[in-house]
C-alpha cells in the first residue's frame, strides 16, 4: 500500500486566490512529480523533483511553482489563481534507481477556480 | 521526445468479454513500460510493468501485456473481465537513461455492464 497523501482532495477558491496543495509521502522515494490531469486527456507532468533542493517544470507549461525543503514534502503554489487552473492535480513518487520505475500516487487534490 | 498513443479511449464489454487495450510508444532507446489503473473514487495504482526478460508480463487481477518491440507495442488483455475491472487504464513508457520521466498516454475508460 501507497503511503503518500495530498491535500487537500477538494478546492472549490475564487479567482486571485493563493493556494498550496500539499504532498507528502512517507517511503523516503528520492523522486517526486506532480501531473495535472483532465478528463480524457493524458496525465501531463507540471513538475518534477530528484531530490532535496531539486526542481524541474515538466513539459506543460504552469503558473505554478513548487518546493522541495524535505525529502518527504513537495507542496504545490499557485499565487493567483484563475479559473484556468481549474483541474485535478496529481502528486507521485518514486525510487531513485537510474531508471524510470513505479510510481505511486497519491489521491489527487481537485481544484476548481470561479 | 517520447510519446504514448492509446488507441481505444472508450470500452464497453459484457462480463465474460475479453479484452485487449492497444498502446504504441515512440522512443528511440530501451524502455520501461508500464500499465496504471485508476478505479472509481480511487488513485492511480500500477497494474503490471515490464522492464525486461519475458516480453509476456503478468499482472494483477489475472491482467497481462505483451512487450512486441518490433511493433513498439504494449497491449493489455484479460481473457474474462468482470464488473470490477470497471476503471480508467492509463499506458505509460519512461526510458533507461536520461531524465527517466514517465510519459503517459490519454487513458481508456473501460465500462464492464454485469
Known amino acids: 500500500e501507497a503511503d503518500i497523501y495530498q491535500t487537500p482532495r477538494y478546492l472549490v477558491i475564487g479567482t486571485g486566490k493563493k493556494i498550496t496543495l500539499e504532498c507528502s509521502q512517507t517511503m523516503g522515494h528520492d523522486k517526486m512529480y506532480w501531473y495535472q490531469q483532465d478528463p480524457g486527456m493524458e496525465l501531463h507532468l507540471i513538475h518534477y523533483?530528484?531530490?532535496?533542493?531539486?526542481?524541474e517544470k515538466g513539459d506543460l507549461s504552469s503558473e505554478s511553482t513548487v518546493s522541495r525543503i524535505r525529502t518527504e514534502h513537495f507542496p504545490l503554489t499557485l499565487e493567483s489563481a484563475r479559473p484556468s487552473h481549474t483541474s485535478q492535480y496529481l502528486c507521485?513518487?518514486?525510487?531513485?534507481?537510474?531508471?524510470?520505475?513505479?510510481?505511486?500516487f497519491g489521491e489527487g487534490s481537485r481544484l476548481t477556480v470561479l | 521526445a517520447q510519446s504514448v498513443s492509446q488507441h481505444n479511449h472508450h470500452v464497453i464489454l459484457s462480463e465474460a468479454a475479453s479484452l485487449e487495450l492497444g498502446c504504441n510508444y515512440s522512443?528511440?532507446?530501451?524502455?520501461?513500460l508500464f500499465w496504471y489503473v485508476q478505479y472509481p473514487g480511487q488513485h492511480l495504482q500500477l497494474l503490471l510493468k515490464y522492464f525486461s526478460g519475458d516480453p509476456l508480463v503478468k499482472g494483477i487481477k489475472g491482467f497481462e501485456a505483451e512487450f512486441i518491440k518490433s511493433k513498439f507495442s504494449f497491449n493489455l488483455r484479460k481473457p474474462s473481465v468482470q464488473w470490477s475491472d470497471t476503471a480508467e487504464y492509463f499506458c505509460a513508457v519512461g526510458g533507461t537513461g536520461g531524465s527517466y520521466i514517465p510519459t503517459f498516454g490519454r487513458g481508456t475508460s473501460l465500462i464492464v455492464h454485469p
Open positions: 522512443y528511440g532507446g530501451t524502455v520501461n
Open positions: 507521485a513518487s518514486s525510487e531513485f534507481t537510474g531508471a524510470t520505475g513505479e510510481l505511486f
Open positions: 523533483s530528484y531530490g532535496v533542493n531539486s526542481t
